[in-house]
């Protein structure tokens, strides 16, 4: 029977033995089973929050997409906007030109029929403009030395503008063209109706030693020698009456 004893008392042992490791076994589980639970928990969490980020992520590049049209938005509307006032710079500059071009058009024509104020001589009146234009062409052409066409545009002057203020300056070069062609007797005339319709002119002394030179070509020596002598004494001082003298003193 002994051997039976010790049989079931080894057999006791060794249950009580498994049992005292059972409940270590089940500690272990159950840890184990609470870390796999933490742990499942918490990729829960992280997949929640990666997602929650991940939505935040595509929210911002929504957001900035859309930015980004706006921008674009406002680039196109400000290009736009410039070349629409670039066109309207240009259209007021072409209207400016066109508002210039109309008056300085206007002011031409208004120049054209408008009477100017002239001052000639010391003396000053109003001319038209067509007049004014005449005259500066016929001068032009006394300038040039052609006398008989300075003659024929100062006469053809004086039949268009028979009471022109530039009546005396005509006269006065029309003596002289006429004296350039040599034709003295008419010469004498005009030098004579010049001085008559305007004694105080400062072209008097001239015109009376002109009137000198032409009777003295003409061999009218006593008529020159008046007429120098009436030079000497109503203009003593010019510049004619000293070339008057040098000119009397000849003819004695």
């Not at 100062?154 to 009546?167: I, V």
């Not at 006269?171 to 001085?195: D, S």
């Not at 319709?197 to 020159?224: F, M, Y």
């Amino acid at each position: 029977m002994r051997p039976r004893a010790i049989a079931f008392a080894a057999l006791l042992t060794t249950a009580v033995s498994a049992q005292a490791q059972l409940f270590p076994d089940n500690e272990a589980r159950k840890a184990i089973l609470e870390l796999r639970a933490a742990d499942e928990k918490l990729k829960q969490d992280i997949t929640a929050q990666n997602k929650e980020l991940a939505d935040q992520l595509a929210a911002v590049k929504r957001s900035l997409l859309e930015l980004s049209n706006q921008i674009e938005q406002v680039r196109a509307e400000l290009a736009r906007q410039r070349g629409t006032n670039e066109q309207l710079a240009r259209d007021v500059a072409e209207l400016q030109r066109r508002q210039k071009d109309i008056a300085t058009g206007i002011d031409e024509r208004v120049r054209k029929i408008e009477p100017q104020r002239v001052s000639l001589d010391g003396k000053d009146f109003v001319a038209d403009p067509e007049e004014k234009r005449q005259y500066d062409e016929a001068m032009a052409i006394v300038r040039a030395g052609d006398f008989p066409g300075a003659a024929s545009a100062l006469q053809n002057f004086q039949k268009r503008w028979p009471a022109s203020g530039y009546g005396d300056s005509v006269r006065y070069w029309l003596g002289n063209a006429l004296y350039g062609k040599r034709e003295l007797v008419p010469a004498i005339t005009m030098f004579r109706t010049f001085i008559a319709n305007a004694p105080e002119h400062p072209r008097v002394p001239e015109a009376l030693l002109a009137i000198a030179n032409s009777q003295t070509e003409l061999k009218d020596t006593r008529a020159a020698r008046a007429t120098l002598n009436e030079l000497l004494k109503r203009f003593p001082q010019s510049e004619a009456a000293q070339a008057g003298k040098e000119r009397l003193a000849a003819l004695k």
